[in-house]
């Protein structure tokens, strides 16, 4: 059964701490990998999609990796506006083209 | 370009009544998916249209859940009756083609009381 875990459940940072956010997954082919932000009352806004192992895409202080197994999202010297939680999801090539979410990791930056 | 749009986005209801949610698709994206999160736990599949038609709709929960997008356009998801299982947040998506990044709304919050 396709499967996403995602580590740790919440974080807590100062702000310029730089830390790494962990999506593990287990899919039968995949499709893509795909990660979100999401602020409260609103809905996952598209940060990165990676399609196979060795990709890494960069956007500000946000860095995306993918391995066979797990992707990572580095997160360089935050600050505060970088709170919010970040989903993880993946796509299989098992012929659906529905997403298999993470709970998602909630990231807290301090001033 | 306007994103997603969904209504309402909230609804409180009673147990036993019926809701209808609404979804308006970025224009021009030909598949638009249903998903939702109950307390607690991750965002869940339900179906995937592409135009008019039901792509999968190996996630719709039971038979009280009735999704319909006519004309390819907007899509709406009735349930009927509901039962307080039925609360949480109801996200619609769409994506030009199958396999292109999703584009999420902001979501429905359904309160079934």
């Known amino acids: 059964e396709d499967q996403v875990t995602q580590s740790p459940e919440a974080l807590r940072l100062q702000e310029g701490e730089s830390s790494s956010l962990n999506c593990s997954y287990t899919?039968?082919?995949?499709?893509?990998l795909f990660w979100y932000r999401q602020d409260p009352g609103k809905g996952p806004e598209f940060l990165f999609t990676l399609y196979s192992a060795g990709e890494e895409k960069e956007k500000e202080r946000l860095k995306a990796t993918l391995t066979k197994k797990e992707s990572f999202l580095h997160i360089t010297a935050p600050k505060p506006e970088d709170s919010a939680t970040y989903l993880c999801?993946?796509?299989?090539?098992?012929?659906?083209?529905?997403?298999?979410f993470g709970t998602g990791t909630r990231l807290k930056v301090l001033a | 370009e306007a994103g997603v749009t969904q209504f309402p986005s909230h609804s409180v209801i009673e147990k036993g009544q019926t809701v209808t949610l609404r979804c308006d698709p970025i224009s021009g994206h030909d598949n638009l998916y249903w998903y939702r999160r109950v307390m607690g736990k991750e965002i869940k599949f339900l179906l995937h249209?592409?135009?008019?038609?039901?792509?999968?709709e190996s996630g719709m929960p039971n038979n009280r859940f009735l999704a319909e997008r006519t004309g390819g356009t907007y899509s709406t998801l009735k349930v009927q009756p509901a039962e307080l299982e039925d609360s949480g947040v109801y996200f619609c998506a769409s994506s030009q083609n199958n396999g292109d990044t999703q584009y999420f709304g902001p979501g429905t919050r359904l309160t079934v009381l």
């Open positions: 999801a993946v796509q299989g090539t098992s012929g659906t083209y529905k997403y298999i």
């Open positions: 899919v039968s082919g995949l499709r893509g």
């Open positions: 249209f592409v135009k008019e038609s039901k792509q999968d």
